[in-house]
């Protein structure tokens, strides 16, 4: 089956820790997003990758960081730094051949921050 | 930039039609996504329109005027099932999404 993976589906941390969320595509797709989402807003997008080894900042990247080693997995870390880290957060990837280049998203982590 | 506005919740009855409009100001357009989400879990594509004019898919049709920047999804034939937030995004140059707040639809018995 191809499609999006994302680990853990819950995830709870204490404040002033680190935690990475998992995310990875079978789907051969060039392009990986992060996103994050609270009640009653859209999607805000925090990081993007369109090739490995390379990605670039969003609309939210601070107190975020992503790495892009391989073209499958784009796991996204929330530092301490992040003032707010409690949300939804989605994951999604694309194909950069041509076509619409619709998003595919995973399953998606809900962290809560106590 | 990207502004994109949509209503924050419509209510309508099983069986009936519901219109959700999306307007939108960017500098960059490739393109209009309609996205399906229920509660807690990941959105699901709908729809896609680059072109001027009505795209049908069953019983979701999207529209998109790119000179007034507008475009609406429209659900026929309401289901239980539809009950869910719909969110309009518009594609930049780049692919990247920009994403409404979303819709939320709720469908009485």
């Known amino acids: 089956d191809g499609g999006i993976t994302q680990s853990p589906k819950y995830l709870f941390r204490k404040e002033g820790q680190n935690v990475t969320l998992s995310c990875e595509q079978n789907?051969?797709?060039?392009?990986m997003y992060w996103y994050r989402q609270d009640p009653g807003q859209g999607l805000r997008l925090i990081y993007y990758?369109?090739?490995?080894?390379?990605?670039q900042k969003g609309d939210i990247a601070e107190g975020y960081s992503v790495s892009r080693e391989k073209k499958e997995s784009f796991p996204l870390t929330v530092t301490s730094a992040q003032k707010n880290p409690t949300a939804f957060y989605l994951c999604?990837?694309?194909?950069?051949?041509?076509?619409?280049?619709?998003?595919?998203f995973g399953p998606g982590t809900r962290l809560t921050v106590l | 930039g990207q502004n994109i506005d949509q209503p924050t919740e419509m209510t309508a009855t099983e069986g009936a039609i519901v219109q959700i409009n999306c307007t939108y100001q960017t500098s960059g357009f490739n393109g209009l996504f309609w996205y399906q989400q229920h509660a807690g879990e990941a959105p699901t594509f709908l729809s896609y329109?680059?072109?001027?004019g009505l795209e049908e898919k069953g019983r979701f049709s999207s529209f998109l005027s790119r000179s007034k920047g507008y475009s609406y999804l429209l659900l026929k034939e309401l289901q239980m099932k539809d009950s869910a937030s719909y969110l309009c995004?518009?594609?930049?140059?780049?692919?990247?999404?920009?994403f409404g707040a979303g819709t939320q639809v709720v469908v009485t018995p």
């Open positions: 990758s369109q090739i490995v080894n390379d990605f």
């Open positions: 789907l051969n797709h060039d392009a």
């Open positions: 329109n680059v072109l001027d």
């Open positions: 999604a990837s694309s194909s950069l051949a041509g076509g619409k280049g619709e998003q595919f």
């Open positions: 995004a518009v594609s930049d140059s780049w692919g990247k999404l920009q």
